[in-house]
């Protein structure tokens, strides 16, 4: 029997590669980031291990497509400093660099990637992507679960929401929808703050939503510190009221 010889992987699209740890298990994997070509999107992959990978007929253990992803942002929680998140429509996934170092470089390299189109054929005679990104970037994204408390129960905006950050605003995203379902002016946001692993917001009259708060539960306290810090940062005016951690 004649044998025939297994075809050989292209590496060609490949732009990194290395090991990082999966953020909840902390279990080093190997992962592999590829650029769009014929072969496919610009996508992210992990696989058990290097070796793995460089097997005649590698099979990722999960496969990321970054045009499609939510957001990307950089994060930080008990466990971990060096984070990066990948938020889909669906779901989020974390992984974790042993350095800032390898944290810059990783999320930098994804929000290129992110930024180009889906294959080569987008790009029009200009070499500019022709194709629109059908979901907006926000400035910042965090996972929460929104308690039936304050306006949460009012206006029965109550599990799990991506509390998205624009420079003028405050997105509730649920899961599945690229439609937000409540959406915040900053200059509406009366105080803010956290306890322990809570972080709530506190509109006045002018909101949308009629004055009151929003409580949420995120995973530790560095996240909801983290998330206090940040819409301080964004809420701009000389009449800021802001309750401290508490």
Not at 64 to 75: P, V
Request: charged letters at 25%; aromatic letters at 10%; a neutral charge.
């Amino acid at each position: 029997m004649e044998n025939q010889a297994a075809e050989p992987q292209n590496y060609e699209d490949v732009q990194k590669s290395g090991y990082l740890r999966k953020h909840k298990s902390m279990h080093r994997r190997f992962f592999v980031l590829r650029a769009a070509s014929e072969h496919g999107p610009a996508r992210l992959e992990y696989y058990e291990n290097e070796k793995k990978f460089r097997s005649k007929s590698p099979v990722p253990k999960k496969v990321l497509n970054l045009e499609t992803c939510f957001n990307i942002n950089k994060r930080a929680d008990s466990k971990n400093k060096h984070m990066i998140v990948l938020y889909t429509r669906s779901e989020s996934f974390a992984i974790a660099a042993d350095s800032e170092e390898i944290q810059n470089e990783w999320y930098q390299a994804m929000l290129d990637l992110q930024c180009n189109c889906k294959t080569p054929e987008d790009y029009g005679s200009s070499g500019e992507c022709s194709s629109p990104s059908p979901i907006p970037t926000f400035k910042e994204v965090w996972q929460v679960k929104v308690w039936p408390k304050g306006l949460g129960h009012a206006r029965n905006l109550v599990g799990i929401y991506r509390l998205c950050l624009t420079d003028k605003t405050v997105n509730f995203v649920k899961l599945n929808s690229d439609v937000a379902a409540v959406v915040l002016q900053l200059m509406n946001v009366r105080r803010c703050g956290h306890s322990e692993n809570f972080f709530f917001i506190e509109v006045g009259r002018s909101a949308i939503t009629g004055p009151g708060e929003f409580w949420m539960q995120v995973d530790d306290s560095v996240v909801a510190q983290n998330m206090h810090e940040t819409l301080l940062e964004g809420h701009e005016g000389p009449e800021r009221r802001v309750w401290p951690a508490q």
